[in-house]
Every structure is written in structure tokens, then in C-alpha cells.
């Protein structure tokens, strides 16, 4: 092994065996499923043009789209992390008779095919299910409209904060809390200036991967968004429908714009996470 | 402060963590509740700072009623096992924590908050480390800059729970000297909860002897040394 | 020292009515907050969740069953699990390869594997979908020679299986990594100055200790392989018969009005995902000590 005469190895000595077998499957498997597909992407990408790529996006409809599904996803993200909370702490804290059945409940997303979310609200919310005709009576609509978009957005995006923050806080020392009592501050103090801090990293963490997940999601969309151009359109829609006209470089450059988007924000949040890990993140 | 505990007892589900006890501790005071873990003594000491409530019997405070004031209107200075000190604050923020907690009507102006820390950072000797988080200390700079805060509020007693026991033999003897200056300082009535009979014999004024939720003789030092009332404290203060 | 005398005792109720532990909320808010989870999930989860079976059986389960017994739903039946059945295992192994390499040695560029691992959760599915096509379709460059070798992959169940693949790719690693790291290495070592061999120490030991994180993360990756929608209908092409998955024909009948049958088969794949959860949440209470390391981060 030419290992030993390096500086620094690609892998350490170790006498657990395997190593080769379990990297070789492991990046083969990698390459073909993840890696080629998204560089092919990519590829095509650069094939296209960085001139036809943004004369392709540059178009009212695709940034409307764009804007859309980005908006909605982070109003959604934003819902899901002060419900999150107020359900984490609820599950974690309190016992009441059905906690359990809650608790199973938060996965239902999760669990729940996003065609089937789909339909499902869209029954729910049309002007004749059941929440959709009382909301009709109070003039209000949710079905068809950007309304029902954030509805299965939020659906899609729920257990996200709620399960990230949980176990945080069934690990908070208690006598941390007792102290501030002791110090004179009150209950509502001390849960906005003690143990709000402690659980803002990891509610930065699951409204990030709430947000992913809304940006990119479709299943449980596009029947209750109604998918009127300009105004419904989420931007996965717009991928779909150059696919089916075969225009793969439009749905190349709508995928890339998408991709670069989403990185974009994952990358930011991050930052914003290492900076309030650093605030207050003294562990 | 003069504390009377009368006839105080609690059971968690259907077991006594105490049984029926009383207790009083004259003003001023420096006393030790001293005891094998389980004997009810934490629960005690618990009960005097509001955060247990007992089932049955008073706690007084200058002979009147306590029991069911809040754990904020008792204003009793605690030290946790812990020291549960908040980890996103610096240790200014720690100290000034109480103070900051107040209703804007009796709370200090800025200023004067900030003389306040800086005089309780030099009673405890380290006036240096105002701006450093709880996890760069070292485990007695922990336990002084948890003192420190629970004198911020101008506490009406002083209540430890085992304050000295994740520290190591050396610097728990310098602590020892610490807490007994900063008693003689203020003059508060102060009770702290140990199992380490050394410790009790050295720093307290009078020590309670507790087993298995019950008093099992109350005394100065030497008195506990040369009489024990039973053969539970001969046995404990023996070992 | 009862030289101090005690005044007497007064009746004071209210003062025990009035007390809460310091670190518990007053009840009066602990109810609102409560109600508020019950009423919040109630409405977004719970409802949704029986809106599907309520419509399912609108016109009696006869008609809902006579919808699920049609040969063209048994055949997306047949075809979703097929496509499980190829996916999940892959997957799997995929899994218990990268969280072996991970976990077991140290070499450079671990943090960026890993990373790598996690990308298909930020990408979405549609896009995910276009990647195989673009990849694998007829006009690409391996797609075409694999078309002229008799073996199209978009349009088919090849390109259905790596499109499901993608989706689910990190959901096995995901489970397992924290749990090995917490376990380390040491048993494994104690195997192997014993004298077994490498695979011997895999299948006695390492294998025995991670078996319920294993099944775990297996349930989660079957759960969305078997509804995975997005990334399907891109590659899927959606062949009545051929190339339509449940999801894809749950679609399908919607959009055609036939709303009972597209219910029913939605009903069946919310059966399928309760009957997951309860799994789930009974390898979280029986074998919660396996699978903490994994809560924990």
C-alpha cells in the first residue's frame, strides 16, 4: 500500500475490514443514482448556453412561478415553525389522555403519499367539501387559489421543526428553568429568554429542511393549486409541462435555475446557523 | 431572615420524602442539612425556595406564613447542584439576569446594574471574566459566578444545594473559605444541603442531621461530635 | 432551637390551589396550548387523513373494492411493489455499505460523502425526475445506446426504479450513521483479535447491533417508495397498465373524475403509510435505546 510513504493517506491504517468493498459500493451506487443524473443535468446545462439558459428563465411566467413557489414555501416554512414549536413543546412537556396518538399524528405527512395529500385537500377544501363550503360561506376560497397552495405546503412541511426541536427540549436541564424562577423572572420570561435561545438552532435547522422541502415539492400541489398560469404556478409544474411539450432544454434551464435556487437558500440558512450556534450556541 | 419549618412533610406518589419535620433557624445563621442521598434533605431545601410545595405543614419567614408564596416573590438566593447557569449568556449577563427580570417599574437603570455586577464580580474574586461564556470557566469559576447571581437579587436567604460537590478536593477547601467571607459579608441566612460531614462540621454554625426523611439530630459542630442522638449520626459521622 | 414561637397555624386552600411547579406553565395556559396542537393537527393532518377513507367509501366499500379489483389498478398494485421490491433492498445495502465506510475508518473527504449522500433531500423530485431523463432518455447519450440495445430505461420500470431510488437514497445511511458512531468500534475490534473474519464480524456483530435503526430506516425508504409521485410521473410516462404506478393511477383517475376509484386506491396507500407509522412507533417505544443516538442529532 503506497499509503504508508504519504504524508497523508486518503484512508487510515485500520484493521477493520472492508473498506474497499463497502467504498466501492458505496460510490458506484452513488455515481449511478445521484451523481451522473445531476451532472448530466448540469452538462446539458452548459451544452444549452448560459445566454439561452437565462433567456429561457427571463420570461413573466417563469419568474412568476419561481416567485410563487419561493414565497409560498417560505410563509409555509414560517407557519410550520412557530406551530413546530408550540407541538414539540406540547409533546415533549405535557401528559394528557390521546398524547400518544398526537405524537404518531405529527408523522402523518411523512407517512402520507403526496397524491394522496393531494386529493385529499383538494376534496377538503373545494367550494363543496366539508371545509371549503363553510369557508365559501364566509366568502372565503381556498381551493384553486394560492391559499390552497400554502395549505399543502404546510401539510408537506409539518413534522419537520416539530421533530427536530422535540428532542431538545426533553433534554433541557430543568434546574436551568428553576433558576430563573428563583431570580424572580416570570414563566413567560424565562421561556423567552432562556429556553427560546436554546431551541433556535435546531428550529433554524427543521425550518431549513421544511423550506427544501416545500420548494420542491409537487405531488400534494399541483391538484389543489388550480395551475393557472401566472397566478397558481408552482415552478416543478413548469419542468413538467416542457417535459411533455419535449423541450428538454427549457426543462434543463428551469431545473438549473431551481437547483441553484434551492442551494442558494440552504446555503444561507446554514450561515445563519453557524452564526446563532456561535451566539448562543456556547455549549 | 428567621426560617421555621413546621411539621413539614411530602410524598411523591405514595412514598415520604419527608416525613413530618421542624425546624428553626435563627437569622443569620450558616446551616447545613447533612445527609445520605434519599434523606429528604435536597426536598427540603427545595421546599424553603418555593420549588417543591409540601403536602402538609407551613414554611415561616419571619414568622409569617410562606407556604404559598410563589418562587419569585420569595426572593431566596439558589445555587443548583448544576449551577445551571444560562449557556447563550456571558457571565455579565448571568449575574445581571435577576435584575434585567424586573418589572420596569423597580428595575435599575443600566448604570447602575452594571456597578451592581461589577461589585459582585469583585466579591467573588474574579473580576476579569465578565464578558466569557459559562463553558470557558473552570468548574469553581461556575460555582462563585452562580453565587454571584443569586446575590444580584439582593436575596432574603441563601439556599445551596451540595454547592461544592462536582468540584475537586482543592478547590472545594478554597470554596469552603469563599462561602463562609461571603456569609460573614452579607449576614444572610444561608442553609446548604451535603452528604460530606467534613464539610458540614467545618463551615456551619449548626448542622441538621437527616436519614430517610427525618431529623435525626440538630446541633452545633462540636456538640453533633461529642453527642450524636443516635446511632444513625455516630455511624454517618463516624464514616 | 424552638426558642422561636410559631404563631398559629391558619386553614389557607387557595395558597395549595395557587401553586404550580415553577417550571410547568399555569394550567389555564397548558390547556390553551394543548388545545391548540389538538385543534392544529386535527384540522391540517387528522382531516385530510379521513377525508381519503370518507371518500373512498362514499358509495359503499363494494364499489370501492370492485375499483381496487379492476385489472388495471391491480396492475399499478403489482408494478409499485415491484418497483419497492427492487428499490428498497438496493437501497438498503446501499445504506449499510456508506454508513460501514463512514463509521468504521477515517479518510479524507468524509464530511463532502456525506454531504453528497444528503443531496437528494434538497432537490426536488420533479427535478430529480428530469435528471434520469436526461440521463437515461432515448435522445441522451447512454440512454440511446441502451435504446438500441433493446433496454430503454425512461418510459420503462428501469427508469421508474432509479427515479424511486433517488428520492429514497439517503433515508437507510441517514439511520444508521449516528447509531454506528454512537456504538463505535470497539466491539467489532474485540471479533476480529478473536479471529473472524471480516464478513463473519459484519453478520455476528456489527449486524445484531444495528438491526432495529436497519429496519427503521428500510420502513421510512418503503413508505416513500411505494408514494413517491413527483419524480415517478417525469420519468414514468404513464402507460395505462404498463408504466403506472399506484400514485401515478391515483392521479390518472382524478383528473378523469373518477373520484371513488382514485380515492380507493388513495385509501389504500393510507392504509399502507398507517400501518408504517404503527410500526414506527412501535420500534420507537420497544427499541427506543437502538434507535436514540438517531433522535438524539
Known sequence: ?283 | MVIQIDEISKLFGTTAALHPVSLSIPGGALVALLGPSGSGKTTLLRILGGLEYPTSGRVLFDGQDATGMTVQERRAGFVFQSYALFRHMTVFDNIAYGLNARPRASRPSKAEIARRVTRLLDLIQLPQIADRYPSQLSGGQRQRVALARALAIEPRMLLLDEPFGALDAKVRKELRQGLREIHDTTGLTTVFVTHDQDEAMELADLVVVMSMGRIEQIGRPQDIRTRPATPFVRDFIAG | MSDIPLPPAGLRPAAARRFHAPTDEAPAARLVLILLAVLGLGVLVLAPLATVFAEALSRGIGTALASLSDPQAWSAIRLTLLVAAIAVPLNAVFGVAAAWAITKFDFRGKAFLITLIDLPFSVSPVVAGLCIVLTFGANSLIGGWLVAHGFPIVFALPGIVLATMFVTFPFVARELIPVMIEQGRAEEEAALTLGASGWRVFRTVTLPNIRWALLYGVLLCNARAMGEFGAVAVVSGKIRGQTATVPISIEMLYNEYMTVAAFSMAALLAFLGLVTLLIKTALEIRHADQLTAQRRH
Open chain 1, 1 to 283: 500500500m503506497t499509503g504508508r510513504t504519504m504524508r497523508h493517506p486518503f484512508v487510515q491504517q485500520s484493521p477493520m475490514p472492508g473498506f474497499g468493498l463497502a467504498m466501492g459500493i458505496t460510490v458506484t451506487m452513488l455515481s449511478v443514482v445521484v451523481l451522473v443524473p445531476i451532472a448530466a443535468l448540469l452538462l446539458k446545462g452548459a451544452d444549452f448556453g448560459l445566454a439561452n439558459i437565462w433567456a429561457t428563465v427571463n420570461r413573466e411566467r417563469i419568474w412568476k412561478a419561481l416567485w410563487l413557489s419561493f414565497r409560498l414555501s417560505f410563509l409555509a416554512a414560517l407557519f410550520n415553525l412557530v406551530f413546530g414549536v408550540v407541538l414539540a413543546w406540547v409533546l415533549a412537556r405535557y401528559r394528557f389522555p390521546g398524547r400518544r396518538l398526537l405524537d404518531a399524528a405529527v408523522d402523518l405527512p411523512f407517512a402520507l403519499p403526496t397524491a394522496v395529500a393531494g386529493i385529499a385537500l383538494t376534496a377538503l377544501y373545494a367550494p363543496n367539501g366539508v371545509f371549503g363550503s363553510v369557508l365559501a360561506d364566509a366568502g372565503i376560497k381556498v381551493a384553486y387559489t394560492q391559499w390552497g397552495i400554502l395549505v399543502a405546503l404546510i401539510f408537506v412541511g409539518l413534522p419537520f421543526v416539530a421533530r427536530t426541536v422535540q428532542p431538545v427540549i426533553e433534554e433541557i436541564d430543568r434546574e436551568v428553568e428553576e433558576a430563573s424562577a428563583t431570580l424572580g423572572a416570570s414563566r413567560l420570561y424565562t421561556l423567552r429568554h432562556v429556553v427560546l435561545p436554546m431551541l433556535t438552532p435546531a428550529a433554524l435547522t427543521g425550518f431549513a429542511l421544511a423550506l427544501a422541502r416545500a420548494v420542491g415539492e409537487y405531488g400534494s400541489v399541483i391538484f389543489i393549486a388550480g395551475n393557472i398560469p401566472l397566478v397558481t404556478e408552482i415552478a416543478p409544474l413548469l419542468i413538467v409541462i416542457q417535459l411533455e411539450e419535449y423541450n428538454y432544454n427549457a426543462a434543463a434551464a428551469i431545473g438549473i435555475a431551481m437547483l441553484l435556487i434551492s442551494f442558494a437558500m440552504l446555503l444561507a440558512i446554514n450561515l445563519i446557523q453557524i452564526w446563532s450556534r456561535r451566539r448562543i450556541g456556547h455549549v
